[in-house]
């Protein structure tokens, strides 16, 4: 394989792709962890459910190769998607609402397996504040402006009521937040320099129930 990550890092990848790419990490993961030593993008597919022609060019982007016959190394391949991926990085994050999923968010131990650890919340919620959530801080959301920078965070996690939503989050760019990860049905404004991704529990369950009735009906 061609180690070429710091080139490939600058490249902005389809999103679709991105998407993928975790779910390649998990199956090589789980061979490596059963001491297989190779994979082709066939079994890939056939474990995934994606096309093999498209898990070759989703690793193309990342000058990542398979050999003739062999297929990918899977040592190898796992280590290359850790490292372009960012999970074995760590990336200071606060959570800005630390509600029922604010809370079970700084609980999951396995974001941290991820790359993210939760470094402190924010609320405004007096029963909260001041009360640690797993050994994490948290603070009243007025002091947004002066922990973050000593926090050194980048990533803020959103997870407020959605009226509430642009506001903390204005609030949380000017202490110096670079990135956001909004939890809620709000869609964000924010500059052309901040990263910003929606994961709206919400949209899925719309998306869920729709698929449902669908095929009600069509079995009526």
Not at 57 to 86: C, H, M, P, W
Not at 132 to 144: A, D, R
Request: proline share 5%.
């Amino acid at each position: 394989m061609v180690d070429n990550r710091t080139a490939t890092s600058r490249v902005l990848l389809p999103e679709p792709t991105l998407q993928r790419l975790p779910w390649y990490l998990s199956y090589v993961s789980s061979l490596r962890g059963r001491q297989v030593e190779y994979v082709s993008s066939t079994q890939i597919s056939k474990e995934l459910n994606v096309d093999a022609s498209q898990i070759a060019k989703d690793l193309s982007f990342l000058n990542i190769r398979g050999k003739t016959r062999i297929g990918y190394e899977v040592a190898q391949l796992e280590k290359e998607l850790q490292d372009f991926l960012g999970f074995k990085k760590a990336h200071a994050a606060v959570m800005i609402g630390v509600g029922s999923l604010g809370a079970a968010l700084i609980q999951d131990s396995g974001l941290s397996r991820y790359g993210l650890n939760i470094v402190a919340g924010f609320d405004i919620d007096p029963r909260v504040i001041d009360t640690p959530h797993s050994g994490v801080p948290v603070f009243n959301i007025s002091e947004m402006n002066m922990r973050i920078p000593q926090l050194k965070a980048e990533i803020g996690i959103i997870a407020v009521p959605a009226d509430q939503a642009q506001q903390v989050a204005d609030a949380a760019i000017t202490a110096g937040i670079k990135a956001l990860w909004n939890f809620t049905p709000c869609r964000i404004r924010t500059a052309p320099d901040i990263v910003i991704q929606d994961t709206s529990m919400y949209s899925h369950l719309a998306l869920i129930y729709n698929r449902l009735d669908t095929q009600a009906a069509s079995s009526r």
